[in-house]
């Protein structure tokens, strides 16, 4: 057996690169995927041959315009782009920002891709779905558990959308009491990401910031000066984006409520907290979890995502529906009443999202939720640790432990050497290593944000750390080699002008066709 020798300290990487066209270029008229067999006499005779039961005013007239490409071209074509990309499973992820990524578990895409869950459809009779409407039920009545509120809605499909949804059960409410014009006021923190006063800012509120005290915690006199008979709700994330733990929460909620204000929860960052503590005793009358990133589900840009939201009884008839109930042994669709803010998207939200989250919440118990958050609360502060004795890296705001994420700054190193967290980045991928820089809110000069989960060994820690160490050092000694990079990567550095040219880029066939004339078909 051969022994393979590194002697450098960190991954000797290079990027598999191919000229590989993009998808619409490989359509060749003729060519066929799969062509499905005709139906056999025998099968035919006694069920028909498929067709034929069809109305013809539903029969199509014409093939549809697709691009034709032969199987086995198709199947090298993404192979080949993924060997192009950094995805979640090919490299230590812990640099992706704010965004939590984790290890999903191969056992549980297995279970969401059994026939039962792949042709599943929104439109089946209830009698058809008891399986999947008990496993709705049981997540709800875990999320109870973990947050301490009372009710959950997984039809939400991203954070943001969640966020949206709790701004706007924070009008109907006042609304139902007669206050909706009165409160027009939504109070969040600087360090709070953006989504939190956006959504508020969609729903017509005015946002009032409260910015951080002498030890960089939110400023609570500040909050005491801002609540008024206009306050309609307090938002906030905690630990907030920065990596920031108020460990006075439940203060700042008991002023809010104090003045008739509603205060809900941002959960994104929940890794270090499951098990700990919860929204209920925290204060709190609404939150959110993201399960697809939290509870060990693909993040997939919040489009088969959830934002599972959760509220106090007294917000329960607000919620989005339908809501699935139990009814003795039987589980139902329980429709919207009248104070209900309607549908948020269509349908129940994303049933294979929902038995991901389960199975992984019932695959580790109570105890292993508590040990997730310990593990990647001593993650995060092995890496803080470590970080902060790297050249040029520091740490802004409040000193001390953090939670599972920090959002750290290399402003030393730029007024030192020149090199930015952007030049950083691309340095990263010559190692197979991924590190962002969208970091809002923008508090931070130079950001990189780290969230190391629990998913990561200390191995997988270590060359994260040693690759920004090297990086480092390549700064202050040739930081040209920085600035250079990427140099073992696909591509050497992203023009993305072409991004917000509508003619320079097409999403289907029919544009494509379009905007090229056809030249191949």
Same mark, same amino acid.
């Given at each position: 057996?051969?022994?393979?020798?590194?002697?450098?300290?960190?991954?000797?990487?290079?990027? +598999?690169?191919?000229?590989?066209?993009?998808?619409?270029?490989?359509?060749?008229?003729?060519?066929?995927?799969?062509?499905?067999?005709?139906?056999? /006499?025998?099968?035919?005779?006694?069920?028909?041959?498929?067709?034929?039961?069809?109305?013809?005013?539903?029969?199509?007239?014409?093939?549809?315009?697709?691009?034709?490409? !032969?199987?086995?071209?198709?199947?090298?074509?993404?192979?080949?782009? /993924?060997?192009?990309?950094?995805?979640?499973?090919?490299?230590?992820?812990?640099?992706? !920002?704010?965004?939590?990524?984790?290890?999903?578990?191969?056992?549980?895409? &297995?279970?969401?891709?059994?026939?039962?869950?792949?042709?599943?459809?929104?439109?089946?009779?209830?009698?058809?779905?008891?399986?999947?409407?008990?496993?709705?039920?049981?997540?709800?009545?875990? &999320?109870?558990?973990?947050?301490?509120?009372?009710?959950?809605?997984?039809?939400?499909?991203?954070?943001?959308?969640?966020?949206?949804?709790?701004?706007?059960?924070?009008?109907?409410?006042?609304?139902?009491?007669?206050?909706?014009?009165?409160?027009?006021?939504?109070?969040?923190?600087?360090?709070?990401?953006?989504?939190?006063?956006?959504?508020?800012?969609?729903?017509?509120?005015?946002?009032?910031?409260?910015?951080?005290?002498?030890?960089?915690?939110?400023?609570?006199?500040?909050?005491?000066?801002?609540?008024?008979?206009?306050?309609?709700?307090?938002?906030?994330?905690?630990?907030?984006?920065?990596?920031?733990?108020? %460990?006075?929460?439940?203060?700042?909620?008991?002023?809010?409520?104090?003045?008739?204000?509603?205060? @809900? @929860?941002?959960?994104?960052?929940?890794?270090?907290?499951? !098990?700990?503590?919860?929204?209920?005793?925290?204060?709190?009358?609404?939150?959110?979890?993201?399960?697809?990133?939290?509870?060990?589900?693909?993040? &997939?840009?919040?489009? %088969?995502?959830?934002?599972?939201?959760?509220?106090?009884?007294?917000?329960?008839?607000?919620?989005?529906?339908?809501?699935?109930?139990?009814?003795?042994?039987?589980?139902?669709?329980?429709?919207?009443?009248?104070?209900?803010?309607?549908?948020?998207?269509?349908?129940? !939200?994303?049933?294979?999202?929902?038995?991901?989250?389960?199975?992984?919440?019932? /695959?580790?118990?109570?105890?292993?939720?508590?040990?997730?958050?310990?593990? +990647?609360?001593?993650?995060?502060?092995?890496? @803080?640790?470590?970080?902060?004795?790297?050249?040029?890296?520091?740490?802004?705001?409040?000193?001390?432990?953090?939670?599972?994420?920090?959002?750290?700054?290399?402003?030393?190193?730029?007024?030192?050497?020149?090199?930015?967290?952007?030049?950083?980045?691309?340095?990263?991928?010559?190692?197979?290593?991924?590190?962002?820089?969208?970091?809002?809110?923008?508090?931070?000069?130079?950001?990189?944000?780290?969230?190391?989960?629990?998913?990561?060994? *200390?191995?997988?820690?270590?060359?994260?750390?040693?690759?920004?160490?090297?990086?480092?050092?390549?700064?202050?000694?040739? %930081?040209?080699?920085?600035?250079? +990079?990427?140099?073992?990567?696909?591509?050497?550095?992203?023009?993305?002008?072409?991004?917000?040219?509508? +003619? *320079?880029?097409?999403?289907?066939?029919?544009?494509?066709?379009?905007?090229?004339?056809?030249?191949?078909?």
């Amino acid at each position: 057996m051969k022994r393979i020798a590194r002697e450098h300290t960190v991954r000797n990487f290079h990027q +598999a690169k191919w000229d590989e066209p993009i998808i619409f270029e490989l359509h060749k008229q003729g060519e066929r995927g799969v062509e499905a067999p005709q139906a056999e /006499s025998a099968i035919e005779a006694a069920v028909g041959d498929g067709i034929s039961v069809i109305p013809d005013s539903m029969m199509r007239t014409e093939p549809p315009a697709l691009p034709e490409i !032969g199987q086995a071209k198709v199947l090298r074509h993404y192979l080949r782009l /993924s060997q192009e990309t950094m995805g979640s499973d090919f490299n230590v992820e812990i640099g992706q !920002g704010t965004c939590t990524m984790k290890y999903i578990p191969r056992v549980n895409e &297995m279970m969401i891709r059994t026939p039962k869950m792949m042709d599943l459809h929104p439109l089946q009779h209830v009698d058809d779905v008891q399986g999947i409407l008990e496993v709705y039920h049981r997540l709800d009545l875990a &999320m109870r558990e973990i947050s301490g509120l009372d009710r959950f809605s997984f039809q939400p499909s991203s954070g943001t959308q969640a966020l949206l949804t709790m701004a706007s059960i924070v009008r109907a409410y006042h609304e139902s009491r007669g206050e909706g014009e009165q409160r027009n006021e939504i109070i969040t923190t600087m360090f709070s990401h953006p989504s939190q006063a956006a959504t508020a800012v969609v729903k017509g509120y005015k946002i009032i910031t409260v910015q951080p005290d002498a030890d960089g915690f939110p400023d609570i006199e500040q909050l005491k000066r801002a609540v008024s008979f206009r306050t309609a709700g307090f938002v906030v994330a905690n630990p907030e984006d920065t990596g920031i733990f108020n %460990p006075r929460i439940r203060e700042f909620t008991d002023i809010v409520h104090a003045a008739g204000g509603i205060c @809900y @929860y941002d959960q994104a960052n929940a890794n270090g907290l499951l !098990g700990v503590t919860r929204a209920k005793e925290a204060g709190f009358d609404m939150c959110f979890f993201n399960l697809h990133k939290t509870f060990a589900a693909p993040h &997939m840009c919040g489009g %088969p995502a959830t934002g599972a939201l959760g509220v106090t009884e007294a917000l329960a008839p607000f919620l989005p529906g339908p809501v699935v109930s139990r009814s003795g042994e039987r589980y139902e669709l329980q429709e919207p009443g009248e104070l209900s803010i309607g549908k948020v998207r269509s349908f129940h !939200g994303v049933a294979q999202t929902v038995l991901r989250s389960y199975a992984w919440i019932r /695959s580790l118990g109570a105890e292993g939720l508590l040990n997730v958050a310990q593990v +990647a609360v001593l993650n995060n502060n092995y890496l @803080y640790h470590k970080i902060l004795q790297i050249p040029g890296a520091s740490a802004p705001y409040i000193k001390g432990n953090r939670l599972e994420q920090v959002r750290y700054s290399w402003q030393k190193m730029t007024e030192d050497t020149g090199v930015t967290t952007e030049d950083v980045t691309r340095r990263m991928c010559d190692f197979g290593l991924h590190y962002w820089t969208s970091h809002h809110p923008y508090v931070v000069p130079q950001p990189f944000t780290l969230e190391p989960t629990e998913s990561y060994s *200390k191995e997988d820690l270590d060359e994260y750390i040693q690759a920004l160490a090297q990086i480092s050092k390549e700064a202050y000694s040739e %930081p040209e080699t920085v600035k250079n +990079a990427p140099t073992r990567s696909t591509v050497h550095r992203i023009d993305d002008s072409s991004f917000d040219d509508p +003619a *320079k880029w097409c999403i289907t066939w029919r544009t494509y066709l379009k905007k090229t004339a056809s030249p191949q078909a």
